[in-house]
């Protein structure tokens, strides 16, 4: 009865109807938390391993890196049967949004199982490649290797989540996200430290703590799906690979992904550069970046959101609303933005502090947010237009516009500022800075010129 109703309830809500500014909110605001919790697990397993000492903290920031490219690339290729199912919802097809639903169960497998296999065979070998110490190393391929082979409970976190949203159902992924991630922060002390009945697994027990707690968020959100607790019912009715269906969304999905993942391989390169100046860098730019995507985050959900609006609309045929969605989760992305930069600028060295004691680690890390003020102003405008323009199916535009900017600009000055000035490993971060504000630049253009609104699914 009471699922009947709840479904009933979201099925009535029309988000190609209404005000724009009210439905971006809708959508917004809960896609914002489910998003924060979805990225804060390393942040959380730094709080515990910062209190293990300087290698653990750099191991498992690191590696984390290395993990969020992977969860880049899965989140990627999800992309597509996510820009089809807001398409076909929009244009009231509920049917093939289902068929589409369900190819991203085997897109999500496969792609699963390979991350499995990297895990067990590759870990200690990518991280020697960035050149960081044998401590290092050691700490963080554990990590890593724990965190690969349960990719597949990442997978079905995101799908469930991609699949929901796009449907037009914000809540419900926000609720299951709280749920998971609770348990994460009673697990992860837990087995760090060996509290109550767990064993003590210092910085394993940290990733087992993630990998429990998303196999629980996992669990929770194929129940809600298949149950009929959320907007789009999805069943294995009829259920088979639908090659056409996964060519469709993989043509969709694989720039995505790689638009992810050439920001995470930029990171990547970016340790590479800080490396040489010491394990101290290292360790900085890992806590900074375990805040940095806590500043990213509201782009990042007004940017789903107006994707999901943008791509119902479009399917709707209502390209003018479509774009006015774009402009206007841009705009106050933009404006969160500015207050959390204040924020940042007043109160960086309080915020290290809860990951670390070190006074040294402290005042490097918040330096290096501090350079990150420059490019969160334009931070917003970013996020919110390339994820609106991923959300409709334009793929290819922001995987070219990453490629050029990460790559061709801001690795290459990162490497002459850091080399060959005297800023020194400071050099690496406003290298970061100018790379966004070209992508600023071309992100504003090419959404002006409106092409992405004859982009089809």
Known sequence: MSASVGRSRLAKRDWTHGSIIGNLWALAWPTVITSTLGIIGPAIDMVWIGRLGTAQVAGV?????????????????????????????GARDEETANRAAQQAFVIGLAFSLLMALVGLFLAARILAVL??????????????????????????????????????????????????????????????????????????????????????????????????????????????????LIWRAARIGIPASLTNMERSFADLILVRLISPFGTLPVAAHSLMQRIDVFAQMPGGGLGTAAGVLAGQNLGAGQPGRAARTGWLSAGLATGISVLLSVVIWFWADQLFRIFTPSGDLISVSATFLRINIAGYVLWGVVVALSMCLNGVGDTIVPMITNLVTMLGVQLILAWWLSQHTSLGVYGVRWAAVSGIVVRAVIYTTYFQRGRWKRTRV
């Open 61 to 89: 920031g690191v590696a984390g890196i290395v993990v969020t490219v992977v969860q880049s690339l899965v989140t990627g290729l999800f992309m597509g049967t996510s820009a089809m199912v807001a398409r076909f919802v």
């Open 131 to 244: 050149g960081v110490d044998q401590a290092v190393i050691t700490q963080g391929a554990a990590y890593m290797r724990i965190l690969l082979v349960g990719m597949v409970t990442i997978s079905a976190v995101t799908v469930a989540q991609s699949i929901m949203q796009a449907s037009g159902d914000a809540m419900t992924p926000m609720r299951i996200a709280i749920t998971y991630r609770v348990l994460h922060l009673a697990l992860c002390p837990s087995l760090v430290f060996g509290l109550w009945i767990f064993p003590k697994l210092g910085v394993n027990g940290a990733a087992y703590s993630n990998v429990i707690s998303q196999a629980v968020g996992g669990a929770l959100g194929m129940w809600v799906l298949f149950s009929g607790r959320t907007r789009l019912r999805v069943t294995l009715r009829k259920f088979r690979p639908d090659w056409q």
